[in-house]
């Protein structure tokens, strides 16, 4: 098995350091990793159960607090003093100084002594209509007072419980309003008068769900009913996402204890728990994030293995130090061997000993004086070659001088007003400046289709039938970025082996189809064709198959697709298709460079065999577009 090329480039020195560190650091990040999984389910599971035993606390408070509400309920209903007073409050009839007072003293007293004594109430209050007697604060008070709560604006049923609104009975300049509270609302009626009056004991939200308004914890709360979700003000974007998915658990999946169901919430793995609150009409739901429970065990265990990986560090250099000292007569050696490279052909091994070491610095100062003999002679022959390829450059013809010619020839003929010799120098310059000026290798189509223009307008000149270039390409993909010569060879190879033995008048059209990311232009000739052993030949020559065939047909495709795919790989590339008689389709897959052409229809070369004549009139050659 051959070793890694890092490990045969490594010094020995450091390949001692490196197997020591692997025998070490291999069982050690095993154990590791070991550990630090334990750890992890140890403290999920932890974290699990403290939440069961939170969300089981929830449960019985919201059973004691139900309780204690309907309790206190029937303490005031039953009390016939009080219903004697909204009776005759709700009549109209007249109060005695007296009969208030003493009301006042021995009845509305006991009530609000028996609210301060239970530390789970907020308020109880009767609110009555009759705006002639008097309140009795913090007991009764008028309905007036009612109707500037939230909920009273609405529509509420008799003993139903009404969440998360703030008592705002007294105008805010009197009394800050408290937040967040929750009642249990009875209507009090009397079988003659109807309704006399209506009860609100409420408590603290906080005292039954304290963790909706925590501002600081590791997971997310809600106490969520059929058309409410109430949770802290921060989470609210976390619960309107989704809470539907999370009440989709509930049922068979999710326990109604308070153990938690896994499950994946924006790609992260989350716990969640529930437990019904029927005395709420709710389910107060909890979610833990995998990662927020061993966000402190990572980060502990990154200061480990930091810790560690520094402990491991110094360890090797200790190694490497003492290793490098042992072989310290063989880095005589490497020193030398250094020296050499630097240009230094006159130095020597010097004398090591009679061990296997000293043998190689001996072999070694043999070796160099073949080597410098060898040296003598090649100098000899650089300086032979050197003098050929400075008479080669001499025979050479600047480019730019036959340029330079081109243009005053182009002037002579003006002058002669032999404007078609004109116009075909000029032509013949602008396509020997295009070949000069390569720059970074890469064109717009709209220079590289000028290109083409300059070829045929060329071609035509030479020959006695003309050749037609159709284009169908839309405004948005001229400015897109190509290698260069990519379309101009290959119309090249369509006159030189398809159109060149038949000598008629024709057309070559070039169009565009887009193809998700990327965009085919499609070069379509009536030509000849190719036959089908030829075809299949240049399909494998594409593929980068190595065949034994001669000659240049085929290379300038193959160049073309070599070139796109080394620089944009992925799907870009040359393929072709034809048949004989029936014309040559070639299609250059390449990618956007700027903004796609959306308006570019979809197409794909048509399948081999299946004609190019018939394919190129169908599937490729649309409607319309310029003939030049």
Same mark, same amino acid.
């Given at each position: ?75 005031? &209903? ?38 301060? *004594? ?30 500037? &709560? ?86 609210? %974007? ?71 990986? *520094? *402990? ?19 880095? #005589? ?86 404007? #078609? ?7 013949? %310059? ?27 307008? &060329? ?143 979809? *197409? ?25």
């Amino acid at each position: 098995m051959k070793s890694p090329r890092f490990l045969v480039n490594m010094r020995l020195n450091q390949k001692f350091a490196l197997m020591v560190f692997a025998c070490l650091i291999v069982p050690f990040i095993i154990l590791a990793a070991v550990m630090y999984v334990n750890m992890q389910t140890e403290a999920v599971t932890d974290r699990l159960n403290e939440s069961r035993r939170r969300m089981t606390k929830i449960g019985s408070d919201a059973e004691k607090i139900a309780n204690l509400c309907n309790m206190t309920s029937q303490f005031f &209903l039953n009390n016939p003093r009080l219903i004697d007073f909204l009776r005759r409050a709700a009549a109209g009839g007249g109060f005695t100084p007296e009969e208030l007072i003493a009301f006042r003293r021995d009845d509305v007293g006991g009530f609000e002594r028996l609210v301060i *004594a239970n530390p789970y109430l907020y308020q109880v209050r009767i609110y009555y209509g009759n705006e002639g007697v008097p309140e009795f604060m913090p007991v009764l008070y008028h309905a007036s007072r009612m109707e500037r &709560l939230s909920w009273a604006a609405g529509g509420w049923a008799s003993g139903s419980w009404q969440l998360d609104y703030s008592d705002t009975i007294f105008p805010p300049e009197i009394m800050k309003p408290a937040r967040n509270i929750m009642a249990l609302v009875i209507e009090i009626k009397d079988a003659g008068l109807g309704r006399i009056g209506v009860m609100e004991i409420a408590v603290r939200m906080n005292e039954l769900f304290p963790e909706l308004f925590a501002e600081k914890k590791d997971f997310r709360c809600a106490f969520i009913t059929e058309g409410e979700i109430f949770c802290h003000p921060g989470e609210n %974007g976390f619960w309107d996402e989704n809470a539907a998915g999370l009440l989709s658990l509930q049922g068979p999946k999710m326990p109604a204890d308070g153990r938690a169901t896994e499950t994946f919430i924006g790609g992260r793995l989350a716990y969640v728990s529930s437990i019904p609150v029927n005395q709420f009409g709710g389910k107060y739901i909890t979610v833990i994030f995998r990662n927020d429970i061993t966000a402190d065990l990572a980060a502990r265990r990154n200061v480990f293995f930091l810790i560690a990986g *520094a *402990a491991f560090g110094l360890l090797v250099i200790g190694v490497n130090l003492i290793v490098k000292a042992m072989l310290r007569r063989f880095y #005589e050696i490497v020193k030398t061997v250094r020296k050499i490279q630097g240009g230094d052909m006159n130095v020597t091994a010097p004398d090591l000993g009679g061990d296997e070491i000293g043998d190689l610095a001996k072999q070694f100062n043999r070796m160099l004086d073949s080597i410098r003999r060898l040296m003598d002679e090649n100098v000899k022959r650089e300086l032979l070659a050197r003098n050929s390829e400075i008479r080669a450059l001499q025979s050479q013809i600047n480019a730019h001088f036959i340029y330079n010619v081109l243009e005053s020839i182009k002037m002579m003929a003006e002058v002669d007003s032999l404007y #078609e010799i004109s116009d075909a120098v000029t032509t013949l %310059g602008n396509m020997l400046r295009y070949g000069m000026q390569w720059g970074s290798g890469y064109v717009t189509v709209k220079d590289e289709i000028e290109h083409v223009q300059n070829y045929l307008g &060329l071609i035509n000149i030479r020959f006695d039938y003309e050749i037609a270039l159709k284009l169908d390409l839309p405004d948005c993909l001229l400015n897109q970025e190509i290698p260069k010569l990519t379309v101009q060879p290959i119309v090249e190879n369509a006159v030189a082996h398809g159109i060149e033995e038949l000598a008629i008048d024709t057309e070559i059209e070039i169009r565009a189809a887009g193809a998700d990311a990327y965009f085919d232009l499609f070069i379509t000739d009536r030509g000849k064709g190719i036959p089908p052993e030829r075809l299949e030949a240049i399909r494998k020559k594409l593929a980068g198959a190595v065949g034994e065939e001669s000659g240049a047909k085929g290379i300038g495709l193959k160049n073309v697709h070599d070139r796109i795919v080394k620089a944009y790989e992925g799907q870009s590339g040359v393929s072709i298709d034809s048949g004989p008689g029936m014309g040559t389709i070639v299609k250059i897959r390449l990618p956007y460079k700027h903004a796609d052409c959306g308006a570019l229809e979809t *197409a794909d070369t048509p399948a081999a065999g299946g004609g190019a004549d018939a394919a190129s009139y169908n599937a490729v050659a649309p409607d319309g577009g310029d003939v030049i």
